[in-house]
T-cell receptor, first 117, second 112 residues
Framework: AQTVTQSQPEMSVQEAETVTLSCTYDTSESDYYLFWYKQPPSRQMILVIRQEAYKQQNATENRFSVNFQKAAKSFSLKISDSQLGDAAMYFCAYRSAVQGGSEKLVFGKGTKLTVNP | DGGITQSPKYLFRKEGQNVTLSCEQNLNHDAMYWYRQDPGQGLRLIYYSQIVNDFQKGDIAEGYSVSREKKESFPLTVTSAQKNPTAFYLC???????????FGDGTRLSIL
């Protein structure tokens, strides 16, 4: 079974600075997807960024980028120019790309990010 | 606007009572999911359905039941067999082609 580990329960960053959230995963599959979701105090889960395992290029969405290291099974999220609205719980998630699979998401336990003004 | 609607936002259950959480989507997605979120635990999969009239157990299905009679609806029943139902419940859906899952706003269930 696949597992996702987020080793930082809490992180803090100064406004306008850069922060990196860590995520490692364990799988025997070669084809899969990785995601970062954001959960603000409103509790809605918002997709931040997505990475396909077969792509070597790291995904980028505006101020959000990932460092995907497939061999190391590492998938960190970098937030540049942090804003107060970035404060939230961040969840790393894994999903198999095996044909006929369940497509269920396996989540880490989350990292709470605080942004200080 | 297309999206996922969960209701109610807050729900209270008495001892021995079954309660049903509603999840409706108008995104024309084939797959739907129910997750449970506890503090410090992240999200865990309860049940999922990839097609109408079919569903599979997730990692923590005991004490829960679901139905999928319509493509747009996937209600979750928390039965009296679920001894610790207090949690935040999230419903999600996705097109059945490895696309990202979209989430509803959740239902918070508490015991009276």
């Amino acid at each position: 079974a696949q597992t996702v580990t987020q080793s930082q329960p809490e992180m803090s960053v100064q406004e306008a600075e850069t922060v990196t959230l860590s995520c490692t995963y364990d799988t025997s599959e070669s084809d899969y997807y990785l995601f970062w979701y954001k959960q603000p105090p409103s509790r809605q889960m918002i997709l931040v960024i997505r990475q396909e395992a077969y792509k070597q290029q790291n995904a980028t969405e505006n101020r959000f980028s990932v460092n995907f290291q497939k061999a190391a099974k590492s998938f960190s999220l970098k937030i540049s120019d942090s804003q107060l609205g970035d404060a939230a719980m961040y969840f790393c998630a894994y999903r198999s790309a095996v044909q006929g699979g369940s497509e269920k998401l396996v989540f880490g336990k989350g990292t709470k990010l605080t942004v200080n003004p | 606007d297309g999206g996922i609607t969960q209701s109610p936002k807050y729900l209270f259950r008495k001892e021995g009572q079954n309660v049903t959480l509603s999840c409706e989507q108008n995104l024309n997605h084939d797959a739907m999911y129910w997750y449970r979120q506890d503090p410090g635990q992240g999200l865990r999969l309860i049940y999922y359905s990839q097609i109408v009239n079919d569903f599979q157990k997730g990692d923590i299905a005991e004490g829960y039941s679901v139905s999928r009679e319509k493509k747009e609806s996937f209600p979750l029943t928390v039965t009296s067999a679920q001894k610790n139902p207090t949690a935040f419940y999230l419903c999600a859906s996705s097109i059945y082609t490895h696309q990202p899952q979209h989430f509803g706003d959740g239902t918070r269930l508490s015991i009276l």
